[in-house]
């Protein structure tokens, strides 16, 4: 039987970087920054009542919001920026407010009311929680707002667009796939996650589950799932948490760039290297030195930047009244392509990228 493990602290979130920034970083209170200065079963408010103009004008004068887990994080300092360089192609204003506190829901909150006063055009967040935002949210969208999820999600009925890294199912089962391989198919193995109300870690981690049913995994068994809540010293204690409960484990996976990146730290200098695999999602930047060391085969990730940047067009383009969130309707998001809003109001990046030894050093972010 799986155990989870409740968070052992309260900190941090996300994943990590992206080409060509620079990651320097310091924790700070909830800031602004402006450059003019499992889904619920209802469908996403308003799409099916709304009508679109797919051939309309895009808006100017738009104000989108961005509302990250936490900021100055480096995974959301990269994905927020890259929603940055896509409105200012556009000729919009952007602005990122936020808590310094990954697991802050209440502050997140009280960004979102804030903003609704403020009279943003819309809003793009990435939830600490499925539920908590969604009285904001929806208060936001009576009053003209559009709402836009991105990297986390909400209830479906809480916003128009969940835009997804990739398909949640193919993250979960593929994590489950590339572990699989490493260990021949055998060995009990953990999963470190980030917050427990993670909606995009718990849902990887479902099909994660679904996945290990399959024969080809009759002989690899789930021990337990951790939470290092994106905390880098919380995710290391885990690690070390783990092993020492389970000496017989054979692989960890960690659908967390903090996750994987501390859990690697631990195993390179333990008794444990190359002995126990470790995948997730995690930056070639964060990961070639444990690749090029044996600690790690191989894992995975999307561009960062361009989910922010996909989360900006899509907001543009609820704002402009191009798309309301119905299934089936397309817009245009830049360099990117053209998208289409899949069920839910899902709107999908496309498939991660696997790194390993062989294609590492291609990749700098």
């Known amino acids: ?16 970087v992206t080409a060509t920034v620079a990651l ?35 808006k100017t004068g738009l104000t989108v919001a961005f509302l990250p887990k936490q900021v100055n994080n480096p995974y959301f300092t990269i994905s927020d920026n890259g929603g940055k360089t896509a409105l200012t192609a556009l000729g919009e204003s952007y602005k990122e407010v936020g808590t310094s506190s990954g697991t802050d829901t209440a502050g997140q909150v009280s960004y979102v009311n804030t903003l609704t006063q403020q009279k943003v055009s819309a809003i793009a967040v990435s939830a600490q929680d499925p539920g908590a935002l969604c009285t904001a949210l929806k208060q936001a969208m009576s009053n003209g707002i559009k709402v836009v999820t991105y990297d986390s999600d909400t209830d479906a009925a809480c916003r128009q667009l969940f835009v997804s890294q990739a398909s949640s199912e193919a993250l979960g089962r593929s994590e489950v796939d590339l572990l699989g391989k490493q260990l021949n198919y055998t060995g009990d193995i953990a999963i470190l996650s980030a917050a427990q109300t993670a909606t995009n870690q718990n849902t990887w981690i479902g099909f994660m589950e679904d996945e290990l049913k399959k024969p080809q995994f009759a002989k690899m068994k789930l021990v337990k799932v951790a939470y290092g809540n994106d905390d880098a010293q919380t995710s290391f204690q885990q690690t070390q948490g783990l092993l020492q409960q389970y000496p017989n484990l054979k692989g960890i996976i960690s659908p967390t760039t903090v996750g994987i990146k501390a859990a690697a730290q631990y195993l390179a200098g333990s008794k444990y290297k190359g002995k126990v695999m470790l995948t997730g999602l995690g930056t070639p930047n964060d990961m070639r030195a444990y690749v090029k060391n044996g600690t790690v085969q191989g894992f995975e990730l999307w561009d960062p930047a361009k989910l922010g940047s996909l989360a900006a067009y899509a907001a543009t383009a609820l704002a402009s009244g191009q798309i309301s969130g119905a299934t089936g309707q397309t817009f245009k998001a830049g360099d990117l392509g053209t998208f289409t809003v899949g069920a839910q109001g899902v709107v999908v990046l496309g498939e991660p990228t696997v790194f390993n030894a062989a294609n590492i050093d291609q990749f700098n972010f």
């Open 1 to 16: 039987m799986t155990q989870r493990i409740a968070p052992a602290g309260r900190l941090g979130v996300a994943l990590a």
């Open 24 to 58: 320097g970083l310091s924790a700070c209170g909830g800031t602004t920054k402006s450059s003019t200065d499992k889904a619920a079963s209802s469908a996403p408010a308003a799409a099916a009542a709304s009508s679109a103009d797919p051939n309309a004008a895009t």
